[in-house]
């Protein structure tokens, strides 16, 4: 089976520096992808992560390290508007037909 | 505009009442999918379309139908709610490479409430 943590809830300062951290177990893997859900909105695709490393895109980057089986999502200057719930997910490996996420950390953004 | 989109996007039912979740995308996507949402418990998929006329289950079917009779739409039957499958519903869409780059699109999402 799959199964991803994370932790739960998030504070932080705008304008601060925040990491959330994903841990993962898999019986295979193809990567690890970063989705953003706002209250009462839809999930939205933020980033992926195949090869280990750091994927920069913007305010926010991703990394991997799969000899850990962890990645991390890294949101700088934060703004208000991040506030959210970010997941972290990956495909089953094989057919690739379902993602499994994590159950998400809340991050709020305080001034 | 690129979009999935779901109706109806709020409904309260009564247990027993079948009632019809629609979704539709406009990019051409051979994959759909349906996720339910819960505190807790995160996404978690219902079923799935690899292409046309083709489905299967996902993590929990279980009260469930769907079809895939078109490659644009993916309705989600429920033949007689009851109050467990009150729950925030989302379609998904992607294309194959899409899919092992963790890449879906979401639709708007459908609160449903059974009584």
């Known amino acids: 089976g799959q199964s991803l943590e994370q932790p739960s809830e998030v504070t932080a300062v705008e304008g601060a520096i925040v990491q959330i951290n994903c841990t993962y177990q898999?019986?295979?893997?193809?990567?690890l992808s970063w989705y953003q859900q706002h209250d009462g909105g839809a999930p939205t695709f933020l980033s992926y992560?195949?090869?280990?490393g750091l994927e920069e895109t913007g305010r926010f980057s991703s990394f991997l390290s799969r000899s850990d089986s962890y990645g991390y999502l890294l949101l700088q200057e934060l703004q208000m508007k991040d506030s959210a719930s970010y997941f972290c997910?990956?495909?089953?490996?094989?057919?690739?037909?379902?993602?499994?996420f994590g159950t998400g950390t809340r991050l709020q953004v305080t001034l | 505009e690129a979009q999935v989109t779901q109706n109806p996007r709020y409904l309260i039912t009564v247990t027993g009442k079948k009632l019809t979740v629609t979704c539709s995308q406009n990019?051409?996507?051979?994959?759909m999918s349906w996720y339910r949402q819960d505190p807790g418990l995160g996404l978690r998929q219902i079923y799935y379309?690899?292409?046309?006329?083709?489905?299967d289950k996902g993590d929990v079917p279980e009260g469930y139908k769907v079809s895939r009779k078109e490659k644009r739409n993916f309705p989600l039957i429920l033949e007689s709610p009851s109050p467990n499958q009150t729950s925030l519903y989302f379609c998904?869409?992607?294309?194959?490479?899409?899919?092992?780059?963790?890449?879906?699109?979401f639709g708007e999402g459908s609160r449903l409430t059974v009584l």
């Open positions: 998904a869409s992607s294309i194959p490479t899409g899919l092992k780059s963790g890449e879906l699109f």
């Open positions: 898999t019986s295979g893997f193809y990567g």
């Open positions: 992560n195949a090869l280990d």
């Open positions: 997910a990956v495909p089953l490996t094989g057919t690739a037909s379902k993602l499994t």
């Open positions: 990019m051409n996507h051979e994959y």
């Open positions: 379309s690899m292409n046309v006329e083709v489905t």
